[in-house]
């Protein structure tokens, strides 16, 4: 599997955007870039996932980079419901186990 | 739909103890896994299916065992408990084994072993 590194925690102010930067250099060519987060007391919750391009979709914006070594989930607007816990995955293509790893605790105060 | 169901919620063992973490999925889903987390820890694999009658073991397997005799459930069986299975357990399905596929999960059982 892939490594990853992720912030231990970030902060955000309400309605304003946040990026959540995840560095994953020792992706191959074919792992896809998984998003998860877990709210408190929560099973983990999928948020979005993608191989080389820009993703959006209703919950957030996934930014790769060129050489697929980083990515960045953006919330563009941060409320207090999206504090949790965010984990970045990149997936082998034919494994069966998403590596949670620690992730990053994201706080949004008002 | 209600997706992935876990049943109980919360649960407390002596040790040496045996039982059963229920796990169904209403989504015609192939693939089943159960994790456990630890406190301030990520999710761990502990077995998975990949369809009706296939299991295999995951991360930790030890001192757990499954079975898939269905589609929609994939129960988890404590066999002897010991303290050291206190966790939150949590069931997780995906429609295929392709890994462009998201997971869906439940949430969660709490367990305590005294």
């Known amino acids: 599997d892939a490594k990853t590194t992720q912030p231990n925690s970030m902060e955000s102010n309400e309605e304003e955007p946040v990026h959540l930067p995840c560095n994953h250099s020792?992706?191959?060519?074919?792992?896809?870039i998984h998003w998860y987060r877990q709210l408190p007391s929560q099973g983990p919750e999928y948020v979005i996932h993608?191989?080389?391009s820009n993703v959006n979709n209703r919950m957030a914006s996934l930014a790769i980079a060129e050489d697929r070594k980083s990515s960045t989930l953006i919330l563009h607007r941060a409320t207090l419901r999206d504090a949790a816990v965010y984990y970045c995955i990149p997936r082998e293509n034919s494994g069966y186990a998403l590596n949670f790893g620690k992730g990053t605790s994201l706080l949004v105060t008002p | 739909n209600a997706g992935v169901t876990q049943t109980p919620k919360f649960q407390v063992l002596k040790t040496g103890q045996s039982m059963t973490l229920q796990c169904a999925q209403d989504?015609?889903?192939?693939?089943m896994s159960w994790y456990r987390q630890d406190p301030g820890m990520g999710l761990r694999l502990i077995h998975y299916?990949?369809?009706?009658?296939?299991?295999d073991q995951g991360e930790v397997p030890n001192g757990y065992n499954v079975s898939r005799s269905t589609t929609e459930d994939f129960p988890l069986r404590l066999l002897s408990a010991a303290p050291s299975q206190t966790s939150v357990y949590f069931c997780?399905?995906?429609?295929?084994?392709?890994?462009?596929?998201?997971?869906?999960f439940g949430d969660g059982t709490r367990l305590s072993i005294l």
């Open positions: 993608g191989l080389t």
């Open positions: 020792t992706i191959s060519g074919t792992d896809y």
């Open positions: 989504m015609n889903h192939e693939y």
């Open positions: 997780a399905s995906r429609k295929t084994g392709r890994s462009n596929q998201p997971q869906h």
């Open positions: 299916s990949v369809g009706a009658g296939i299991t």
